[in-house]
């Protein structure tokens, strides 16, 4: 089959012109206000839809650690 009408740039770009990314929705955590990714674990407190997940400051103090442990070893 052949192409009968052809599409211009201009009606191209204009049918393009909705396809463009939007910036991430956010959420306030319902315990700490903090902002989140929707449908995503609250970085700051641990917490997902009002329950605890993550035990943050553990995972915090094993960072730490690590970091103090790498820093020493350069030294």
């Not at 201009?10 to 463009?20: F, G, K, P, V, Y």
């Not at 315990?31 to 970085?43: E, F, I, N």
């Amino acid at each position: 089959m052949v192409v009968r009408m052809r599409h211009t740039r201009a009606h191209t770009a204009n049918r393009r012109s909705h396809h463009s990314l939007e910036g991430a929705r956010l959420s306030k955590c319902l315990k700490c206000s903090a902002l989140h990714m929707r449908h995503q674990v609250c970085t700051a407190c641990g917490t997902y839809r009002g329950k605890a997940v993550l035990k943050v400051t553990k995972t915090l103090a094993k960072s730490e650690k690590r970091v103090n442990a790498k820093s020493r070893a350069t030294k």
